[in-house]
């Protein structure tokens, strides 16, 4: 009975379900550990949105299914209601409402009662952004400008602090999103979400990509960088890296390390000439203290390094090979930006103008790691102090 409203699936194998889906498992995986088809899983899934549903208890109020079974043994044996509710330590009107409304004294039954009162007790909880129109549109309008739950929550926090009505979880806000039923922020919102996944994912469900060797010309090692840089103790060391599209399209980004800062910059190939014009014609815009060293992976894009540092005067180092983790500032801003440049898409297109744009956009939302000023507040922030 229970398992064919749960699409087959019994109680504890949807605990099981959720217990993979958390540890970052596939629908295939999960569905072949528990002797079903994948699609199975996944409608059990996106009722809920992937977010799973919280362990349900029973209201120690309620009464219990023993309870239930001695109120059942007194009616048989012909109490009165008032003697049945002295016995279990209940109100007479307590008993008396039991019995009513599960057919009277000839047909009540403890197991049946007691199922009964479990399935009506599933009323959902009013979502928090459907009792505050206020917070319910500022949460919209950011998610509008792209900024996720996460950092919409940071930003609340400082923004409205000691003010619990404006506080809400990332959480919430993702079963607001992906739980439609509820009803309060619209399904559109979801494209504005950086993975635009209609479901919540595990984040151990995330692959590595693996990074090819190359041989530069008189690299200089990321490991013979000033202390300083590893330590983000001062402005004006950058990570970048390239972000490929569709028929050999490219577009370089450049992260400031200290504050998260982000540059995007436009390149007509991926050549070393182009790739090198291109760097010094924005990093050259930069003022002189923001100007000190670049972290680079071991693209061959970079082998005319030598030329961009004496066009710039700022040293380049190389990370390892296949460790792209060593400019890890710039590997999370490069997956932020897919939001913006989905793999497939053409990046010939962008100006300079529009790449300015978007990095305006991206750079005006708060960040967690910066207890949630955006990089743009920690940039001015930084250059007011040292200049």
């Given at each position: ?93 307590t008993v008396s409402r039991e019995v009513d409304r599960n057919g009277g004294r ?64 990332h959480e919430t806000i993702y079963r607001s ?211």
């Open positions: 009975m229970t398992a064919t409203k749960s699409r087959g699936l019994s109680a504890p194998q949807k605990r099981e379900l959720w217990n993979r889906w958390r540890r970052g498992q596939s629908l295939s995986e999960i569905g072949r550990a528990l002797g079903k088809h994948a699609g199975s899983i996944s409608g059990v899934l996106a009722i809920h949105g992937g977010i799973s549903p919280p362990n349900r208890t029973r209201s120690s109020r309620a009464l219990s299914l023993s309870e239930r079974e001695d109120i059942s043994r007194g009616l048989s044996a012909g109490f009165s209601l008032r003697r049945i509710a002295n016995l279990i330590g209940r109100p007479v009107s000839e047909t009540y039954r403890a197991s049946k009662a007691d199922k009964r009162a479990w399935d009506q007790a599933t009323r959902p909880k009013r979502c928090l952004l459907a009792e505050n129109q206020a917070l319910q549109q500022i949460v919209a309008e950011k998610l509008q400008l792209d900024w996720s739950p996460e950092q919409i929550s940071g930003w609340l926090e400082r923004q409205f602090p000691g003010d619990s009505l404006m506080q809400i979880s999103l992906f739980v439609q039923a509820r009803g309060v922020l619209k399904k559109e919102l979801v494209r504005h979400l950086r993975s635009r996944r209609g479901m919540r994912r595990s984040k151990h469900s995330t692959t590595e990509a693996v990074v090819p060797k190359t041989s530069i010309v008189d690299a200089v090692s990321i490991r013979e960088r000033p202390p300083e840089v590893e330590y983000r103790a001062v402005p004006g060391h950058w990570e970048g890296d390239l972000i490929s599209g569709s028929k050999n399209s490219h577009i370089a980004t450049l992260v400031e390390r200290q504050s998260r800062f982000t540059m995007l910059v436009q390149v007509n190939g991926k050549d070393t000439e182009s790739v090198i014009s291109a760097l010094c014609r924005e990093v050259n815009r930069l003022p002189l203290e923001l100007k000190k060293t670049l972290t680079w992976d071991r693209g061959g894009e970079l082998g005319g390094h030598k030329k961009f540092t004496v066009a710039t005067d700022v040293q380049v180092y190389f990370c390892d090979p296949q460790s792209p983790w060593q400019r890890g500032s710039n590997e999370n801003t490069n997956r932020l930006l897919r939001q913006y440049f989905p793999k497939g898409t053409d990046l010939s297109g962008w100006t300079q103008e529009q790449l300015d744009e978007i990095a305006l956009r991206l750079n005006q939302r708060p960040r967690k790691t910066l207890r949630y000023l955006s990089p743009a507040e920690k940039l001015n922030e930084i250059v007011a102090t040292t200049g």
